[in-house]
């Protein structure tokens, strides 16, 4: 919240005055937009050096009387937009007039960002890392996925995603502070805390359905302003919450309204697949060069095996196949049968809104909605927003501000996910390629109403999956928040606010009779209804004085208290009496149910201490005691502070060339408080046996005496202007470790147990963030090109673990484990390498193939941690044309690629066809060595088969790793402001049109796969699991404002 | 004034959040809703046996490693296990899985059963720990056992010492010895009888399950310890062993679709083991009528034919012989021990001159309790005992019968290969490992993690742990 604003204005405005009218004057005129000359309201006005200031009206005019005589600079600031200053000469008794004009522009150092607890302060006045995103860059080239659209947009943050429609994202600010635990930043909206809790299963499990992180759920539309508080120091003042830093969002409110403002906007994008997996066409399913269908089970040729070590390819052949009755039809290639499976996506996103603002109060009123289609066929995700939020000065002291949001997530039919029958892009990977996938498309059943598929062994007819089998998620969603403030005195604002976010959603997946993977003879369902809600109740207390002698003090104190609720009930039911009734009524079976429920509270009491000195020095003290529900009840009070100075330089030296220098400093000391119920063992109720009912001992010992995560960090940083406002650079350097981690301990469990919660280790980050704008070209036409350049680079290493013990295991697939091994970067990857010589031959067996037994050495395959990431972002305008393109690249880190593992071992990935290029009796030879008897190595000339080879080597799993490094054209934005001469013809007062393009293109070395894939919201990362295809989307963005 | 009303709303605010730290409700808060904090025998020892006699008897250590390897099932199409390319999370789970899951449950049996002074529950309890610890330490050698399963004494070491496999069967025997002398003391055991899932909470059938477990155990050791091997298994014989089949430790599982038994969920999703050629082969080179149980007839045309063990060459999957329908039902037994095998074991005795009995005439009693087990009719056990191939021949007649009765007990019949030699087992054309069967599991990445030095030093006593390094008892 905005308090700070019109607490400050109304200071201004009520001060009473007792200077004699003689020697003053007033200074009035209006304040707008430099681009489209529109009137701007609720700009802050205030005279340099001065307690004098004022708020501008609707008409974006303003007024300020009982200036003294003389030379002034009056500065006009609002939030999102660069500051300007006028010189004025006012004489006594008279009024001067000015005009300001406020620019969007790339460079600002005077504009407003919003800090913890939603207090909005001038940037130069910051001590520690905030950094702003435009609202405008969140809603133009619209990403689905509100975290997904951060990536490249701010230094320090790195941000991984799943690629799936309507999956997860990841986002981690300044790497990862706690071993086990949440990495992820706060979210909060308008104050009020609110979750972005992962939809479950990511990408890992079996057929797991990845319902994205709920973050998502908010419009981009309805964002004035989004602040990111990069790290503890930023953050401090969230206490327990503030290790990972936080992401505050602003929502519009009206207060910006000019009078009534009304905007409508669409947004029409299609997707298509970015990348997709290079297929070879020469062989198709079977084994051994043979195959002939029967059943699809096994029992013709090879027909069982969903692998392509089969007959080769348009040569003639005659063979049976699925779909031919018996009868031999040729044996030809489908070379597009996959991407032949995906349709072209579709997302159309509309919304309005309604603002009006009068002297006393404000509403605004919003609807959005958007309806996608993916290109996963009967994929569909709908959301719904509507938004009603405003304020009212109910006396001249008594303020109200309240907002509610209803928001509604509507998915059908997303795709499947892992190692699993369900997944497409594993089944096209187990897989004959000769298989057109149109037959499957055009029919699902055979006539006796079982299953019409390539293969009746192990997989489903991909569009069984996506059309005969479905499922389906809603979720319905409130977030509301009320405050009421009063002015106890000018200087003194008193607030009280609750806010709740309250979620209830409903996952059902439902399985015709005869899908595969499914045991009931009649079909399947489940049925998952989840339950979530924060509520967060606060009170603080404001006091600001802007004039005491050289320094100026802002004192705020408060309390809060959280409430979390989370329910969680599930039901299966593993066989039906009729099919396609997915009814408990029709079970055939007892249902198998599950059910959780959760709570958590923390009372905090928290205070913030800002001085400044001549606007020049600031030093920020903030402490905060939290008071948490997850401790034990003698040992739940913990008191975290921070202390942060800013110095501009500038305005003490003149450094030709600089017009803005400011170095800051910080240091702060925050925590994390343990998850529900880590002090006491539970036991374990598993399904009765045979009607006896059982218990069992859980293989975590909890643990009576946990203490709070404690996470210590400081930051210097610099923020320089050059060259009038051409070139500026901000630049931080970050330090910080979290120790007393609370971790599940892997414990030998020949103790009985797997695991022991403790706490223990150090986890230290060291980084650079980058951010450098420039304006290399500004002519005189008005063709301006700026550039945005952001560099971070963040080391996390892993200090101590716990006594002797080595390595912690995060998450271990596929024989590949995640680790947090002591003295290494936090995230190394361990797996099955090669044999090698002393020169670092591969050392291949006496059937020329490379060693490949658990002897294998086990070693260190990579870190999936980037060692850099980075954007650039061009603006070309013109007037009312502008060109925007963003790249962003991620360099180092690798990626464990199970499409490249199971692909090779199945033959249908491209690399398969070494040895067979020409006739299955090719062979190849491994490039390596053998050891003679006499322990030497000799070059390796035996030939193997092509199937041998690539079928084993997967093992190895050194062989599926690939170095992760991507450079991406991220967004393109091709924009222009109809000329408002033209639109006042149409009745409307503003009118833009763009092309907007997302992923438009990829460079990188991984073959098949995008190598920027989460694998699920976790700290187990650097896997893909023949993961959905990216989108590569294309559309366009209309917005008018009548 | 307004604005002192407003001041006293203010000031209550403050006030309620001033005092949260002595807020009484967060303790409350945090009481686990979702699971009970507290567990009894009763509900403990069923979920100990059905883990422990699961993962013995399921898809993962017997389905998957054991019964391939002593080549009573092979694999098919997806051929890792079989060609012996082990994965280390096949192992690590079946390692930890038993500590931190039926053995624990099993301490905390005794464990309660001693407090609340029910000397015959936790004997039982001992029981039933000592035949996983035997499954255990006959697969890995030297294990966890008398430093094992303390995790709840805040003073214990995370980091337990491993025993050698000498010390392990030390420790066996004294706990089987004690805990049947225990018993023998009469008296009720769990109430309600029906947690016991075995034998019902009959006393007197855990004594005979205890000294028949003893006798095993006991000829395990013949080769590197005929001494103790010999006065163990006289001690025992002596106590009272299996009379009958009837008194067979048996798991039975449900056809209720939640305790159904684990081959069975196992089929519900894949289809790629049959019965080995081998078991087969010998079956029909012997007539025998177990065939019939042991093995499905082939969809193609209604025969018996097994699948060769580590071939990656797949006949058509109609031409094989599946597991028989008897082993994979949802309600199919899992057999702990076998009055068979009692009556092997001591024909066996017989023959080394461990007990002075008739070694033939135990042999034919083991085959007809085999037979008998199985539901085979006399007349034809009859037949089949007149065959001449059938004849008592000392102890290869003995093995080889014995891993016959053994079908479906994967982990017992590899560690008798491995003492024994009988039957002689050829690994398959495609085998790693040079050939060669192993002759133990390896030990889990993860304890050498977490457990680094006490297990490296238990490799090192044990001259390797590769999967050619035999374990102590296995000499010849």
């Known amino acids: ?1042 | 004034m307004k604005s002192s009303a407003t001041l006293r709303v203010m000031a209550v605010a403050t006030l309620l959040t001033a005092v949260s730290g002595c807020d009484e409700g967060l303790t409350e808060i945090n009481r686990n809703p979702n699971s009970p904090d507290q567990a009894t025998a009763e509900q403990l020892f069923p979920n100990g046996v059905e883990a422990s006699v699961s993962r013995v008897f399921g898809s993962g250590l017997h389905m998957d490693l054991t019964a391939l390897w002593a080549q009573q099932y092979s694999e098919f199409l997806y051929t890792d296990e079989d060609i012996f390319r082990i994965s280390d999370g096949s192992i690590s789970g079946n390692w930890g899985s038993f500590y931190a899951g039926p053995l624990q449950d099993f301490q905390e049996v005794i464990e309660k059963g001693v407090e609340t002074e029910r000397p015959n529950v936790a004997a039982i309890g001992t029981i039933m720990q000592t035949w996983t610890f035997h499954v255990m330490t006959d697969l890995w050698g030297d294990i966890g056992y008398s430093e094992a399963l303390q995790g709840r004494d805040p003073d214990a070491s995370s980091t337990p010492a491993l025993d050698s496999q000498e010390q392990v069967y030390t420790g066996m025997f004294a706990a089987l010895t004690g805990a049947q002398a225990t018993l023998a003391g009469g008296g009720s055991s769990f109430t309600p009888a029906s947690a016991d899932l075995i034998y019902g909470g009959d006393v007197e059938a855990w004594q005979r399950f205890a000294n028949s477990l003893r006798l095993r155990m006991a000829m395990r050791i013949s080769d590197v310890d005929a001494a103790t091997g010999n006065a163990e298994f006289n001690a025992a014989l002596a106590a009272g062993v299996f009379e009958s089949n009837a008194d067979n430790a048996v798991l039975g599982y449900h056809d209720d679709e939640v305790s159904v038994h684990p081959l069975y969920s196992y089929q519900q999703s894949r289809d790629d083991h049959g019965i080995s050629a081998t078991m087969v082969d010998t079956l029909k080179a012997l007539s025998d009528p177990r065939l019939a149980v042991y093995a499905n007839p082939t969809a193609r045309n209604g025969s018996y034919q097994g699948a060769p063990n580590g071939s990656e060459f797949d006949p058509p999957i109609d031409s094989i012989s599946r597991i028989g329908s008897y082993f994979t039902r949802a309600d199919a037994e899992a057999v702990l021990m076998s009055y068979a095998e009692v009556l092997f074991l001591q024909a066996e005795a017989a023959e080394r001159g461990w007990i002075t009995a008739d070694a033939a005439s135990l042999y034919t009693d083991a085959i007809t309790a085999s037979m008998e087990q199985f539901g085979i009719a006399q007349a034809e056990i009859d037949a089949y005992l007149a065959q001449p191939r059938v004849a008592y021949n000392g102890l290869p007649s003995i093995g080889v019968q014995k891993w016959i009765a053994l079908y479906g007990n994967g982990p017992e019949a590899y560690a008798e290969w491995r003492r024994t030699g009988y039957p002689n087992l050829v690994a398959g054309p495609d085998a790693l490992n040079d050939g060669l069967i192993p002759v133990r599991l390896p030990y889990p990445q993860s304890e050498a993690d977490r457990n680094g030095e006490n297990l490296a030093e238990a490799v090192a006593r044990q001259g390797g742990a590769g999967l050619n390094d035999p374990l102590w008892w296995d000499v010849n």
């Not at chain 1, 992760?964 to 924009?975: I, N, P, T, W, Y």
């Open chain 1, 1 to 1042: 919240m905005s308090k700070r604003r019109w607490l400050f204005a109304l200071l201004l405005t009520l001060v009473p005055v007792t200077a004699s009218g003689q020697s003053t004057g007033t200074i009035q005129g209006t304040v707008v937009d430099a681009t489209t000359q529109a009137p701007l309201s609720s700009v802050q006005v205030s005279v340099r050096n001065s307690a004098l200031g004022t708020l501008t009206d609707d008409q974006g005019r303003f007024q300020i009387v009982n200036v003294p005589a003389g030379e002034h600079f009056v500065r006009a600031q609002l939030i999102g937009f660069g500051a300007d200053e006028e010189r004025v000469v006012v004489s006594a008794g008279s009024a001067a007039t000015v005009t300001l004009a406020l620019t969007q522009t790339a460079i600002e150092v005077e504009g407003l960002v919003v800090t913890a607890l939603g207090i909005e302060r001038a940037e130069r006045s910051l001590t520690t890392s905030v950094e702003e995103v435009n609202a405008e860059d969140l809603t133009e080239a619209r990403e689905p996925n509100l975290v997904t659209a951060l990536t490249g947009k701010v230094a320090g943050v790195t941000i991984t995603n799943s690629n799936t429609p309507g999956g997860s994202s990841r986002i981690v600010i300044r790497g990862a502070n706690s071993l086990t635990g949440n990495n992820q930043p706060l979210f909060v909206i308008d104050g009020v805390p609110v979750s972005n809790a992962a939809g479950s299963g990511g990408t890992t499990g079996y057929n797991a359905i990845d319902y994205g992180n709920v973050i998502q759920d908010i419009n981009p539309d309805d964002i004035e302003s989004l602040s990111v508080l990069k790290g503890p120091n930023a953050a401090a003042l969230y206490g327990s919450r503030a290790a990972n830093g936080a992401i505050l969002i602003t929502t519009k409110n009206g207060r910006r309204a000019s009078g009534t403002a009304i905007n409508a906007s669409t947004n029409v994008s299609f997707e298509t697949p970015l990348k997709l997996p290079t297929y070879q066409n020469k062989y198709g399913q079977g084994a051994f060069g043979e195959y002939s269908y029967l059943d699809g089970r096994g029992n013709g040729v090879n027909d069982g095996t969903d692998e392509s070590w089969g007959p080769r390819l348009d040569n003639g052949l005659m063979i049976p196949q699925f779909f031919s009755n018996g009868e031999a039809v040729p044996w030809v290639s489908h070379p597009d049968n996959v991407r032949n499976f995906f349709d072209t996506g579709r997302t159309v996103n509309t919304s309005a809104s309604f603002a009006t603002n009068s002297d006393n109060s404000n509403v605004r009123f919003s609807i959005s909605r958007m309806d996608q289609e993916g290109m996963y066929p009967s994929f569909e995700l709908e959301r719904t927003n509507v938004a009603l939020s405003g304020g009212s000065n109910l006396t001249d002291r008594l303020r109200t501000d309240v907002s509610v949001q209803y928001l509604q997530s509507d998915g059908a039919n997303r795709p499947p996910q892992g190692y699993g029958e369900d997944n497409v892009m594993w089944q096209f990977l187990w897989f004959g390629r000769q298989v057109d996938t149109s037959l499957l498309e055009a029919r699902q059943f055979n006539e006796d109403g079982t299953q019409f598929n390539w293969n009746s062994r192990w997989n489903n007819n991909p569009y069984w999956t996506a059309l005969v089998n479905s499922n389906s998620d809603v979720r319905d969603r409130i977030i509301g928040s009320a405050s009421l403030s009063f002015d106890v005195t000018p200087w003194l604002t008193a607030m009280v606010r609750s806010g709740t976010d309250w979620y209830q959603e409903e996952r059902r997946r439902e399985y015709a009779a005869d899908t595969r993977g499914i045991s009931g003879e009649n079909g399947a369902f489940g049925e998952t209804d989840i339950f979530r809600q924060e509520t967060n109740t606060d009170f603080m207390l404001s006091g600001s004085w802007a004039e005491l002698g050289d320094f100026s003090l802002n004192v705020d104190v408060g309390g809060n208290r959280r409430n979390n609720n989370y329910r969680n009930d599930g039901i299966y039911v593993e066989d039906l009496v009729v099919p396609g009734v997915y009814a408990r009524s029709n079970a055939a079976v007892e249902p198998s149910l599950s059910d959780y429920r959760e709570r958590k509270r923390v009372n905090s009491l928290f205070g913030i201490a800002s001085i400044g000195y001549r606007d020049i020095l600031f030093v920020d003290v903030t402490g905060r005691n939290d008071w948490s529900s997850t401790l034990p009840e003698d040992n739940n009070s913990y008191f975290y502070p921070s202390i942060s100075s800013s110095l501009v330089f500038s305005d003490l030296i003149d450094v030709p060339g600089l017009s803005f220098g400011k170095l800051n400093a910080g240091w702060a000391q925050v925590g994390s408080d343990a998850a529900p119920y880590q002090l006491v063992d539970p036991y374990g109720a598993d399904v009765p046996f045979g009607g006896v009912p059982r218990l069992s001992a859980s293989n975590t010992l909890r643990n009576a005496n946990l203490k709070p995560e404690q996470t210590e960090g400081w930051e210097i940083g610099t923020d320089l202007v050059f060259l009038g406002d051409r070139l500026g650079v901000q630049a931080t350097y970050y330090s910080k470790s979290t120790t007393n981690q609370i971790i599940p301990l892997q414990i030998s469990p020949i103790t009985g147990f797997t695991s022991r919660y403790i706490n223990a280790g150090k986890l230290s980050n060291e980084g650079v963030e980058l951010s450098v704008d420039a304006v290399p070209v500004r002519l005189a036409n008005g063709f301006e090109w700026d550039v945005t350049v952001n560099y971070t680079r963040n080391r996390d290493y892993v200090d101590e673990l716990y006594g002797d013990l080595e390595t912690m295991v995060l998450g271990s697939y596929y024989n590949v484990s995640v680790e947090a091994r002591k003295g290494e970067r936090y995230g190394a990857m361990y797996g099955r390498m090669y044999v090698r010589d002393p020169e670092g031959n591969i050392v291949v067996d006496s059937d020329g193939l490379p060693l490949n037994s658990s002897d294998n050495p086990v070693g260190l395959l990579g870190n999936y941690n980037p060692d850099w990431v980075g954007s650039i972002n061009n603006r070309l305008s013109y007037k009312g044309l502008d060109l925007s393109f963003l790249f962003d690249t991620r360099q180092g880190g690798v990626i464990y690629s199970m499409t490249h593992r199971y692909g090779q071992r199945s033959g249908v990935l491209i690399e398969t066809l070494e040895g067979r290029e020409n006739s299955i009796d090719d062979g190849l030879i491994v490039e390596g060595v053998q050891q003679l008897e006499d322990g030497s190595y000799v070059p390796n000339t035996t030939v193997t088969d092509a199937r041998s080879y690539h079928r084993g080597i997967g093992a190895i799993t050194e062989n599926s790793v690939f170095d992760a490094s991507f450079v991406k054209l991220r967004e393109m934005r091709l924009g222009y402001n109809v000329p408002r001469s033209l639109t006042q013809r149409w009745g409307v007062s503003g009118l833009r049109v763009a092309l907007v393009g997302r992923n438009l293109a990829l460079w990188s070395d991984v073959p098949h796969i995008d190598p920027e894939t989460a694998f699920n919201a976790s700290n187990v990362q650097g896997f893909e699991y023949s993961q959905m295809p990216s989108a590569r989307s294309i559309g366009f963005n209309i917005s008018v404002t009548p």
